[in-house]
């Protein structure tokens, strides 16, 4: 069993390798399909043929699109994503800094509402149909049905205008501190936490009934098993293991909803500096977000599904047949 775990943790790791090699290769050609380059970006109306050549020389434009790419991934192995045209710096100055306080907000709310939607929708299954469950897939839907924006903006009408108790934007640096930081991060918290309950909540009250009317719990309960036992120890683990894997591919979309959070706050993180990157044209800046965001969605999903694998016994031996 040891071994075989194994074997199917090197399969997903090189799986999530080669995914992020062939991501890495897609932006790479998608910024060389773009009209224009860096360096036509970066000069904007004073550009003339002999500064774009200029520059181009400088940047490294005027080789081989096949060397540049050798030059860019094996820089990007080193952890050197280039030089940021807007703010003449490297760009992993910038880049993990904004990525620090970003996966600050990921993991709060992710450590707030996954255990919270959990256990209310085993509570909303168990009460299938009473006024608990009616009542808690209400609030699931009501947040489920809100976009960010507007959840956002409702907290800080409730907790900044009119009860003055939270900051409604961030006003301190990026490099800030986490100490300083962490006030900011209550408001934008609870907005991907109300974005991110509603989903799991639903699928856990799903998974949950489903769990309840299996087979093995069932014969667990005309065994005379204690109800608690039989929830925690046959049907708990059976609903985890689709909620593991639909939570990876929600976090995963909460981290592409970082952008409209972020922005909303103000809030110093990879969202708002790719925008500002956009807004720049700073296409290097640029290529190395989407670089990073793509490895932290493979990553959510490598653990899920390695999570998952733990969690299903039956799932382990269907992939071994």
């Known amino acids: 069993m040891v071994e075989l775990m194994l074997t199917l943790v090197l399969q997903r790791l090189l799986w999530s390798l080669l995914v992020f090699a062939l991501v890495a290769v897609v ?51 080193r952890g ?17 800094v904004r990525l620090r306080n970003s996966l600050l907000l990921g993991l709060l709310a992710t450590l707030i509402s996954v255990p919270l939607a959990l256990l209310l929708g085993v509570l909303a299954g168990l ?15 009501f947040s489920i049905s809100l976009p960010e924006f507007v959840i956002g ?5 409730s907790f900044s205008l009119h009860f003055t ?22 408001l934008p918290t609870a907005t991907l936490t109300l974005m991110l309950s509603g989903y ?10 489903d769990a309840l009317r299996s087979e ?31 939570s990876a591919m929600i976090i995963a979309w909460i981290i592409g909803n970082l952008v409209v959070v972020e922005a909303v706050f103000n809030y110093p993180g990879i969202g708002t500096l790719a925008l500002n990157a956009i807004q720049d044209r700073d296409l290097p800046m640029v290529q190395a977000i989407v670089l990073v965001l793509a490895g932290c969605h493979l990553l959510i999903n ?5 999570l998952t694998l733990a969690l299903n016994p039956q799932l382990r031996t269907l992939r071994m047949r």
């Open 200 to 209: 799991l909540l639903s699928l856990m009250r799903t998974s949950i009934i």
């Open 27 to 77: 932006i790479f050609v998608l910024l060389e399909l773009l009209p224009g380059d860096a360096a036509t970006a970066y000069l904007g109306r004073t550009a003339t043929p002999a500064r774009t050549a200029q520059l181009r020389e400088r940047l490294g434009l005027d080789r081989p699109a096949v060397v540049r790419f050798a030059a860019w991934t094996s820089g990007v192995l």
């Open 80 to 96: 050197d994503f280039g030089t940021s045209l807007a703010r003449r710096a490297p760009v992993a100055t910038f880049l993990w």
């Open 165 to 186: 108790l939270l900051p409604a934007v961030t006003l301190v640096d990026a490099a800030a501190p986490l100490a300083e930081l962490l006030p900011y991060t209550v």
């Open 302 to 306: 490598l653990l899920a599904d390695l």
């Open 216 to 246: 093995h719990v069932q014969m667990a309960r005309l065994k005379g098993l204690p109800p608690l036992r039989v929830l925690l120890w046959h049907a708990l683990p059976g609903a985890l293991a689709p909620v593991v894997t639909a």
């Open 153 to 157: 903006t409702l907290l800080i009408f």
């Open 127 to 141: 009460t299938r149909d009473r006024w608990p469950d009616l009542l808690l897939s209400l609030l699931a839907l």
